[in-house]
């Protein structure tokens, strides 16, 4: 992309999209359209066929779309599905229909089979049955795939995907029904610090391992590959971290948060997938690599956390921290 190329970050306010803004902002991009507060309502396809009709974007970074925990895909499955359906399919359609250079589209690691090999390859997708606790979300994220392949079949564009690893950074959602793993243990062991309790309770056993990436760093790497990978045909993992326990996890956030207490594992919760990692060869072999030490980004996470509660700024994390001397941990 030239620096003074027209980009569209769909998704600016998520955790990925906002990001990837601070990331073209740090790489000396210079031409960015629809940073929120002014981007367009995703879900109403006259909003963003008027939106692309104005702005006539160049590249595009697809990074929106409702996502959650366990917890959320259990209670909100159709919410989910339906958003990410939406908005992948307004903006991959007016992406074509106002000739967009190229895209990428960002899938998610829980597209990937329950019980896929590991370490796991964009040609085992679709290849067995997807985990039951994030399925509905898993196949509206396997249709943005399609969607673009189906559109450079057809149209011949440019649209391509990517996998990231689960991710977690700066912009994090803290609530702890909908949050993912990462900042609801940051949260919770927060809480419990200030309460001084004596025990955090875990969903799940702590025996599902999980490969972990740092927001930027996937930033960081959608724009390497929105340069340097050229196959509308197959999705490209964005990952290249080691795998850990939840419970490895659990205790390298309380020695973060610097909790004194015990940590507690609640089997009768579900776990999800036994084991979710990422395949990185193949960006690797491009020239690609991780950025941030995993202990480093958790502390950045934390310290993002502390500074926003310590702002009274209203966001579900300060909110919530706020009334943390109130809460059950």
Same mark, same amino acid.
């Given at each position: ?55 006539? *974007?160049?590249?595009?970074?697809? !990074?929106?779309? $409702?996502?959650? +925990? @366990?917890?959320?895909? /259990?209670? =909100? ?54 985990? *039951?606790?994030?399925?509905?979300? !898993?196949?509206? $994220?396997?249709? +943005? @795939?399609?969607?673009? /392949?189906? =559109? ?178």
């Amino acid at each position: 992309m030239e620096k003074n190329a027209k980009i569209y970050v769909a998704g600016g306010s998520t955790l990925i999209g906002s990001a990837i803004l601070r990331q073209l902002k740090k790489q000396g991009y210079t031409n960015i359209v629809g940073i929120p507060p002014e981007e367009p309502e995703l879900t109403n396809a006259l909003a963003v066929e008027k939106f692309f009709a104005e702005n006539a *974007p160049e590249y595009v970074f697809l !990074a929106a779309g $409702k996502s959650g +925990g @366990i917890q959320a895909n /259990q209670k =909100y499955p159709a919410e989910l599905m339906l958003d990410n359906l939406l908005v992948e399919t307004h903006i991959i359609n007016n992406s074509y229909r106002y000739e967009v250079k190229k895209l990428l589209y960002l899938a998610s690691s829980c597209s990937y089979p329950k019980l896929c090999p590991q370490p796991m390859r964009p040609e085992f997708l679709l290849t067995g049955t997807l985990e *039951p606790t994030n399925e509905a979300y !898993a196949l509206a $994220k396997i249709a +943005g @795939i399609k969607l673009c /392949q189906a =559109y450079h079949q057809q149209y011949g564009v440019n649209f391509i995907s990517g996998i990231p690893a689960n991710s977690f950074g700066i912009g994090d959602d803290f609530s702890l029904e909908d949050s993912h793993v990462i900042p609801a243990l940051i949260l919770k062991m927060h809480q419990a610090k200030i309460q001084q309790a004596e025990t955090v309770e875990i969903w799940g056993t702590g025996s599902p391992r999980r490969e972990f990436i740092f927001a930027d760093d996937v930033a960081d790497g959608c724009i390497f590959i929105m340069a340097k990978y050229h196959d509308p045909t197959t999705p490209i993992n964005i990952a290249g971290g080691e795998d850990v326990s939840i419970k490895e996890l659990a205790e390298l956030i309380k020695q973060v948060v610097g909790y004194q207490g015990k940590l507690r594992f609640d089997s009768s919760k579900p776990d999800g997938m036994p084991l979710k990692a990422l395949d990185a060869s193949e960006i690797t072999e491009l020239g690609w690599g991780l950025q941030t030490p995993f202990v480093s980004a958790l502390r950045a996470t934390y310290e993002w956390f502390l500074s926003l509660a310590e702002s009274g700024e209203t966001n579900s994390a300060v909110e919530l921290a706020i009334a943390s001397s109130q809460s059950k941990v």
